[in-house]
């Protein structure tokens, strides 16, 4: 283990397709992973997600396309035989075998010597902090436990790729947050290309160097979690990522640096995303972005609209304001400012035009 | 003021009373642990009373004279162990169960780990024809497997190996039954795990899949053994007489004839036998799980949760 093996562990999927009797799981999808990145897949349940990751590990065969891992075709590559290794959602540790003898079964399998398997598994247990646990049973361990079990048994045979299938999922909140800190740290530590699946945002968003955003089988959009939570490229990413106003608008023309937008009587300036598109589309702007000023406030990308609910949501508060226009919309206040906005207020949403971001259809 | 003073229990009848403690929702379900006694106390006297005249000093199957172990090893003619017929038909008995349970098991486990993990066209008929020797009449298939054997497999003659075939055709069935269960509560994930970290599908099935299966084999070899002391039909239909008489059919002939306590003697063996059969594959289901058990996973020993 260790950063030498910066570029080893390349996963190229090339119209990579899954049928099932009656569903397609994957359908058609082409990403590019470099060696050493922590790459998410990330997506609602049933978007193909762990199946395009079951793939990779081989306990499926594709329909059709390829699995390129640093260059070679391993599609039909029986899993036993890819230099790939799963953590499993409920950590699949074997119930009767001991830590021990669980971290060991892969470099056994392989008939690496007495000495040397000792020796990896200590090493591997040392990196996740377990040195000691050896003769425990995974029924003696916790959850969080037992899931640096199972990440030492992947990690101790140095595969070219690690796969994590929500490994926190089943874990507390605390302790997810604690140890998604921890699975970064080791990636970056054992410098091996971590593909992580998961349908927490959040998660995905902490972790990753970049993000494969899944929706019905398709990736959606690929990117740096900035742009994918900055820069939405769909409807679906803008409201799968986070929470977003999005509003139908008719984009009328050009306008300045972006492009004027008709929302209801209202004409507002948008200065991000497809400002180049023409007629029918949607625009999405952040709760965060959406400032709120008094009634009748003067400038451009001011819409009148009256309060409607204010949420308490522990470092903000979220407000919902009714636009004029019949849309509805939220803005994220910091405490003690949203005091001046109570139910039935009415006020002014300014919509920055940099923060209008126009989605094609 | 104490709350008994405040209830109104003159007013109670005690029509309503009685009512009220067999419905009381908070007790105990009173009416159904009524039900389950009678039938445990129905069910198990007569065999209590059996049990209890194969020790009898006389002759008598009615009329308790006293303790005595004649009918087991005194009795230097009539007792169990100096009587031929009886000797023989308990070691025939065991021969058969032995057998059995080394054949069914090994056959039903793997036929449960292809019906299981076998997915696809004729999946479905063939998980449901495994359950067809379970509802068969026992005489259809008695009769039928004798058919088979006379008249189609002439080369398989009534006797040992004839009984041998036509237990090992009905227990396969409950050997299914139970580790197929097993295999879907473990599920895939272990086989996957295996593959994942190199090992071969043999390796997975030897190095996991059947360490798994461990307390199900064990429970489920148990259970053909006990059925197969127990069976009458299929041992009586292939049986080629005399010496290959099972202890079932020997007990139905006394019977008929001019029963010896002695007869209830070899009940009592066999039923202790399976009794402890059954008590073994129990334990050993419990010590196999234990560490499944403390996991909080639920274990299923042949449908019962344990």
Redesign the interface.
Known sequence: MGTENGNRGQIELIELRKEFAEVVAVDGIDLDVPGGEFFSLLGPSGCGKTTTLRLI???EQPTSGRILLDGGDVAYT????RN???V?Q?Y?????LNVFDNVA??LR??KRPKAEIAERVGRALELVQLSGYERR????LSGGQQQRVALA??LV?NPAVLLLDEPLGALDAKLRKALQIELKALQQEVGITFLYVTHDQEEALTMSDRIAVMSEGHVEQVGTPETVYEEPATVFVADFLGTSNLMDVTVDGADGDGCRVRLGDVVLRAASGATDARGEAKIVIRPEHVELESYGAPGENRVPGMVERTVYLGSADQLVVHLATGDTIQALVRHGRSTLYEQGTPVAAHLPADAIRVLAR | MSVAAERPAASISTGERVRGWLRNPWGRPRFLVLVTWTYVVWSIVPVLIAVQFSFNATRSRTVWQGFSGRWYWGDPVDSVWHDPTLRHAALQSLKLGGADVLVATPIGVLLAIGLARWRGWGSRPANFLMLFPLVTPEIVMGVSLLLVFTHVFTFIHTGTIAQILGHVTFSISYVVVIVRGRLFSIGR??E??????????T??LT??LL??LTPAIVASAAVVFAISLDDFVISQWLSSGGGTDTVPIVIYGATRAAPLPSTNAIATIMMVLTLLSLALAFLAWRAFTR??R??SVATEFGGFTV
């Open positions: 590990a081989g306990f029986p899993p036993h035989k790939v290794n799963t499993f409920n699949a540790l074997f119930p009767h079964f892969g399998r392989a049973k995974s029924s003696q048994r992947a045979l | 994930q272990y996957e795990a295996a593959a994942d970290l190199g090992a071969s599908p390796v997975a190095r996991v360490p798994l560490e499944e403390r996991a």
